[in-house]
């Protein structure tokens, strides 16, 4: 039994709808659902020629599960009432003189009822493919996490080792020179030039471990902002390594978000180092233009250059996993461009900060 599509009319036009019976004997409709059961709802009327409704409905039931099947009897509901809702039957109605309206109702409800089940048999099947989806995508951000937590251990021990070198053997044998200068003018009839030196050589250590804390965290960056930060840190690159830096800075005169202004003085300073360790050249280039709706920083130089495929392989490049990780963080994106022997280009793109302005009422 099919339902009667309505056409596109206004609702006030729009006729009611009504049903389109499809008759059928008992043997074709068993070939029916021995094929396709295509019905709405099955009537399985009380005239069958001597075929058995029970039969009928226990066939139909195996077949087509969600199908409503309504039955009628020319005799009072009894045993066989009972039978048939044991086996699934909607509703069992006795055949009687105006018996249409029952039937018409009981139809109605069926249809209602199996279109109820269909829908939520079908949000029940979304909702657990939505689920599959979350499930799957929760273990891939926490594989992602737990590689990113890898990594940013693995760097800061990386930090922590250089430090503790640094410290070793640098700002170590400075304080035991100090020592043995110290020791050795007590015994000195005129111990002033020996106590020169010593003071001397403070003055190093005190310039050192300032240069040190400077590299780690400079002051310059929190109190005074990016670009004067930026600035500093050229000349003393321009001072420690020779390597000169054409300089082209375009901020806005408001101050960046203090995350942003860390992230793009750590991309400069980790770049710079790349360069003055591996690229082998005397000049390198810094943009950054925060003219627009995006802020854009890029420090190139040509030098070496590097395979990019061959550098993904390496699992100890952690400065510039570390670096894209960090871009990202700060809702950036970062670009390697490199070849062997026709430099490098480090290219970072994060979202113009808007200004924000408050007015004072007096």
Known sequence: MHRQELSRVPPRARPRASLQLVAATPAALEDRLECDPVYDALVIGAELGGANPLDLLRKAHTRAPALPVLLLSAHPAGADAVAAFKLGAHDFLVQRDGGLTELVFSLNNALKRATAERTGLRLARELAELNQSLEAQVKARTSEL???SQRLIRIQEDERRHIALELHDQIGQMLTGLRFQIESAQHLPEPAAKLAEALHHTDETIRYVRNLTQQLRPRILDDLGLQPALEWHLRQYHHQTGITVACHL??????????????IFRMVQEALTNIARHARCHEASLVIDATGDHLYVEISDRGLGFELATLRDIRDSLGLAGLQERVSLAGGKLEIH???????RLSAEFPQPVAVTAALAL
């Open 146 to 148: 737990a590689a990113l």
């Open 338 to 344: 490199s070849q062997p022997g026709q430099g490098t």
């Open 250 to 263: 375009e901020l806005p005169e408001a101050r960046l978000p203090g995350e942003l202004e860390t992230t």
